[in-house]
């Protein structure tokens, strides 16, 4: 485990633009930065972007993959399913494979399809299988909204109250971050009643990456199926979705993916589920052997792995936004990847913890291996308005009421200058605030 000054002495911070420079000069991913778009800032200069959190940039490559699909399709009509560029029939395919690279799994594990929320509704049909005695089902406190609808309508789905049957892994009182031997302690207790875990890789709000590996093993050894929602994890974190043991996973890819707002998700179903015909799923001809999806006429025959779970033919235009953004991700990987993340987001955290205890507290974990590259930032004595004079200045950040700036230095795009000058404009309001 890294502590706060050993990663100062590795990294060798300092706190000149200097440093930035010299850092940018030598970073061997420094030339992605130059494969996206930025939005610009009222200056007409690149913004300092830093949610990608929240919305990732668009690789300059969607445009023209975008391009293809609608010429095959003026050209082709329907024959692009087989004639296109990339014929649409077996589009998604190696988006699979390439997108298992990303969250540490096998091919058959992974594939692209639906959205988020749909693809959490889908799994737990399957997954979530409560009975009279074991039905809860336990998310972290502080969950995605999404993800908190979610369990709720599945327990009314099953006839069971949503506020009963729903266990909540809270943060001790005064602090923010969840803690293992609370779980273990809820499981002890509960744990026989606890039918599906469902918890977010890394929370969305404070950014604590979990062991999925220990979660999953404290799970099932209670008996109970874990599920993570990926969102902010995938593209941004060493996942290994296989070697966690996790039954399920779900993840969008217009976050730190990059593929689009609103374009469509990931899924994972572990390997030892691939060839379970028992386990019912909610079908669709998609998720049929393809020796006899057009034949039309047989009995539901599923494809194994994660593929049996799709429904519908995909959206090949959303499908050209994730291509562009995983050829990316193929060409840089993850473990270059998360090399810089943790140098830049360390950077950071050494420029804000220099403003003072009594100007930003940081929530999110220190240490490097409890997150990914979002710092959220608790800042004192102030309102709405901080994030709004941040904008003026060409800083795209997020805000969480009452009091939160998350910052998300993506390591794909983001530069130590983009680190340095957004802290300096933060110096900058909060000096100038009355
Ligand atoms: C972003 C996010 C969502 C959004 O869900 P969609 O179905 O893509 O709208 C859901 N859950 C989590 C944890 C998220 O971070």
């Not at 690789?59 to 024959?79: C, F, H, M």
């Not at 001790?172 to 971050?177: K, N, W």
């Not at 890789?201 to 999925?212: E, K, P, R, S």
Request: charged share 20%; with cysteine.
């Amino acid at each position: 485990m890294l502590e706060t000054e050993n990663k100062n002495t590795l990294y060798n911070y300092r706190s000149g633009v200097d440093f930035a420079l010299e850092q940018d000069q030598n970073d061997p991913l420094a030339a992605y930065r130059s494969q996206f778009l930025f939005p610009k800032d009222k200056n007409g200069e690149d913004c300092i972007y830093m949610t990608g959190n929240s919305l990732g940039l668009q690789p300059k490559q969607t445009r023209a993959y975008v391009d293809d699909v609608l010429s095959d399709w003026a050209n082709l009509g329907v024959e692009g399913h087989f004639n296109a560029k990339n014929p649409w029939l077996t589009y998604h395919e190696n988006l699979g494979d390439s997108m298992a690279k990303i969250v540490g799994a096998k091919p058959i594990e992974v594939v692209v399809m639906n959205t988020l929320t749909t693809n959490l509704h889908f799994l737990m049909a399957s997954f979530y299988k409560p009975t009279k005695t074991r039905y809860k089902i336990l998310i972290e406190a502080d969950a995605f909204p999404s993800d908190k609808y979610v369990v709720e309508s599945q327990l009314r789905h099953h006839g069971f109250d949503d506020t009963e049957g729903l266990v909540l892994w809270k943060p001790r009182a005064h602090e923010a971050l969840a803690n293992y031997e609370d779980l273990e302690a809820i499981l002890e207790t509960q744990g026989d009643e606890i039918a599906l875990i469902l918890i977010g890789a890394i929370n969305y709000y404070t950014g604590q990456f979990f062991d999925l590996k220990r979660i999953t093993e404290l799970g099932h050894k209670h008996g109970c199926i874990v599920g993570f929602d990926c969102a902010h994890a995938a593209g941004n974190v060493a996942l290994n979705l296989h070697d966690s043991g996790a039954d399920f996973a779900a993840w969008c890819t217009y976050k730190y993916l990059n593929s689009g707002p609103g374009s469509i998700a990931g899924c994972f179903v572990h390997e030892r589920h691939a060839y379970n015909k028992n386990l019912n799923r909610f079908a669709g001809w998609w998720g049929h052997n393809k020796e006899t999806r057009f034949g039309m006429r047989d009995a539901f025959d599923q494809i194994p792995g994660a593929a049996g779970w799709q429904v519908s033919n995909p959206p090949i235009l959303s499908m050209a936004g994730i291509k562009a953004s995983l050829e990316i991700f193929n060409d840089v990987g993850m473990d270059k990847l998360i090399e810089k993340s943790k140098k830049l987001t360390g950077y950071l955290e050494f420029l804000l913890n220099q403003l003072g205890e009594d100007t930003i507290r940081i929530i999110t974990p220190s240490n490097p291996n409890e997150r990914g590259c979002q710092l959220s930032i608790l800042v004192q004595n102030t309102d709405k308005t901080l994030h709004d004079k941040f904008t003026e200045a060409g800083v795209i950040s997020d805000w969480r009421e009452p009091n939160v700036i998350r910052c998300a230095p993506a390591p794909l795009y983001n530069s130590f200058q983009d680190v340095y000058y957004l802290v300096e404009r933060l110096k900058k309001i909060l000096n100038s605030s009355p």
